[in-house]
């Protein structure tokens, strides 16, 4: 006996045969062409067979598998106490009206089938004529109508919120001739580097300037998400580059697509990625990146789902699948990456009325705020699954440097609001002072790192973003050290100057010791490469929007030159391989943060300081201003601590 599920007893069991494009819609996009011929030919001798079958058999057995199809299909709810008997589950029928009813209904779903059936062979004869090449754009069509129902789907509109006062957006323009042409010439390498980025590498994450193709490394995972381009659009904005903001604007809307089985750092995607889309949106105002940085962000919270709520240093954006890097200690996620995604999950919280952003990182607060600390320090590692610390390793560089920064940028962004973060940004900054700033032999002040119990005499480049973060930090400071601060800050800034000031290109090394007779200056040959970073640019800028000193402009003045003259090439920029060789070599990478940091601090440091005033903006850690959000003022679910 046939099984009644292979049976094609009903309209509901068996849909009209289709075989067209939309009968299938996701298998068949997966399914080659020759595929597809032999399934149609099958599907249409197996219609033929019970297309015959049903009509020339004897009428007992149509009756009797016909009736077996009914009973558990058809007619399940049958009440028994009028007749019917129920027996091990099938129904026995009683006789009379019943029983002609029953066979009405019968001679109507015969026709139904026989008409479904004649209907479907149609359809199969006449797929069969059809050339290759209608079939394949049958299934190209049918392909693209699936995407634009995913795209409509997940471009639902955001709840309307009231925007912050967007202060300060403004040309900026400098009054004096001399730093209006410095300003000018830096938005002129903002133009080369965009601009072969859009001949060479359009749509990939990152430009190959000498190779001139695309690059990407695996924070981005394997596909192409346009890194360059998201953390870019702040920059093109204010410089006035507004066809470039366009251009990258309708790449964008029309390309830029999370739904990919792609494993991404959750750190980099935030910070670039939904920092980029954000501070995108609060200048231009344009819909679509808020739209865009909502979808990224729910694609990223299942990095969330871990014992302790420590998310996974990686996500799969697809699966959803998370996990952290092979080489941290212990399985460990990482201090600088979990916390760093507080400025923009709150934000994401405003812009969408829904507390799950917020919890997730408020989570991670409570959580680092209940641990003890060795010395008052934060280990850089600490391990998702049993909350526990890794190695005890601290720096204000890699693996540590902006967890500090968002805890001062979380109170200033919270318009001091969130006395906590300060709390434990002052409690953070006195134990770093005490344990890992010294001063070398030179008097040159330095950020140690903190390894196995002592202290290591060196400081990366990533560490020189403390100098601004001082400054931007002094005021508000814990026992009025104001002053201390701002100087702690220029004592960095001074440090990291002689960095750079100390190697043949004038750039600064990625490493530099204050040890064995050596004082900033890179040991390791390993350490001697500039690969476009912003973090000594950066200090300079806040030193020059807190003191005026015009050393800063002085400084970046320099280091624009020395870019231009070192890194330059003719399809872009590139880092360098050693800062102290007089014929470099290229590492032939133009990092999506020389767009989005460097140039911009350096354009930022040319500028008036009525052009995003610190008062009223916070960078992110990727340098995407993002507004001070008046939370005191404002109902944000599932925020106490603002209130
Ligand atoms: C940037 O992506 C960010 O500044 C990050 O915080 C650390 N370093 C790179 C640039 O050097």
């Not at 192409?224 to 920059?235: F, R």
Request: aromatic letters at 10%; hydrophobic letters at 35%; glycine letters at 8%.
């Amino acid at each position: 006996m046939t099984t009644p599920a292979l049976l094609p007893l009903s309209g509901r069991r068996l849909p009209p045969l289709n075989l067209g494009a939309s009968a299938f819609p996701h298998h068949r996009a997966t399914l080659r062409l020759s595929e597809k011929f032999i399934l149609l030919l099958i599907l249409s001798a197996f219609i033929t067979l019970c297309f015959g079958a049903f009509f020339f058999l004897p009428d007992s057995s149509k009756h009797k598998r016909f009736d077996l199809g009914l009973e558990d299909v058809l007619i399940p709810h049958v009440d028994t106490s009028k007749g019917g008997k129920n027996l091990g589950g099938f129904l026995i029928h009683g006789q009379g009206h019943d029983e002609h009813r029953h066979r009405e209904e019968e001679e109507r779903l015969r026709n139904k089938i026989r008409a479904d059936h004649e209907k479907a062979l149609e359809e199969a004869k006449e797929k069969l004529k059809k050339s290759r090449d209608e079939i394949q754009a049958e299934i190209q069509t049918e392909k693209n109508k699936v995407v634009q129902e995913l795209k409509k789907k997940d471009s639902k509109p955001l709840p309307p919120v009231p925007l912050p006062n967007l202060i300060g957006i403004n040309s900026g323009e400098p009054a004096d001739l001399d730093i209006r042409e410095k300003r000018n010439k830096i938005k002129e390498m903002m133009k080369h580097a965009w601009d072969n980025y859009r001949q060479y590498g359009w749509g990939h994450n990152e430009l190959k300037p000498i190779a001139r193709k695309g690059h990407s490394t695996n924070i981005f995972g394997n596909s192409q998400m346009g890194a360059t381009i998201v953390d870019a659009l702040d920059t093109l904005y204010i410089m006035g580059l507004h066809d470039e903001f366009r251009e990258g604007q309708e790449w964008i809307d029309k390309n830029l697509d999370f739904s990919v089985n792609s494993e991404v750092s959750v750190f980099e995607v935030n910070i670039r990625f939904i920092g980029g889309l954000l501070a995108a949106y609060y200048l231009s105002g344009q819909e679509v990146f808020k739209i865009k940085a909502v979808q990224l962000a729910g694609k990223l919270l299942p990095a969330f789902n871990t014992p302790t709520g420590i998310p996974w240093a990686m996500v799969n954006l697809k699966s959803g699948v998370g996990r952290n890097w092979g080489w941290a200690s212990a399985g460990s996620s990482i201090l600088a990456e979990f916390g760093t995604l507080h400025m923009e999950f709150v934000h994401l919280s405003y812009l969408t009325g829904d507390p799950v952003y917020y919890n997730k990182v408020m989570h991670i607060r409570k959580l680092l705020q209940k641990m003890d600390r060795p010395n008052g320090l934060y280990p850089n590692y600490l391990n998702p699954r049993t909350g526990r610390w890794g190695q005890h390793h601290t720096s204000v560089g890699g693996l540590g440097d902006s967890f500090y920064e968002y805890l001062l940028k979380a109170w200033l962004m919270s318009d001091k609001m969130d006395t906590d973060a300060r709390k434990m940004y002052d409690d953070a900054i006195e134990a770093i002072e005490k344990h890992l700033i010294r001063k070398s032999n030179g008097g040159l002040t330095f950020i140690g790192e903190w390894k196995n119990g002592h202290l290591e005499r060196k400081m990366g480049h990533l560490t020189c973003f403390a100098g601004g973060m001082f400054a931007l930090g002094a005021d508000g400071s814990r026992d009025d050290k104001a002053g201390h601060y701002l100087q702690l800050g220029a004592e960095i800034a001074h440090t990291c100057h002689e960095s750079y000031d100390r190697t043949t290109l004038k750039l600064g090394p990625e490493a530099f010791k204050f040890d064995g007779g050596v004082e900033a200056v890179a040991v390791r040959q390993n350490e001697k490469y500039y690969i476009l970073r912003p973090e000594v640019i950066e200090t300079y800028w806040y030193m020059w929007r807190f003191t005026h000193d015009p050393k800063y402009r002085q400084w970046g003045w320099e280091a624009t030159q020395a870019i231009d003259k070192y890194c330059r090439v003719s399809g872009g920029f590139s880092g360098v391989k050693d800062v102290y060789s007089s014929s470099p070599t290229y590492d032939d990478v133009q990092q999506s943060f020389f767009l989005a940091e460097t140039l911009k601090y350096l354009y930022l440091l040319f500028s008036n300081d009525d052009l995003l005033p610190l008062d009223n903006w916070v960078f992110n850690t990727e340098a995407h201003p993002l507004p001070v959000l008046h939370l005191a003022n404002t109902t944000l679910s599932g925020n106490p601590a603002y209130r």
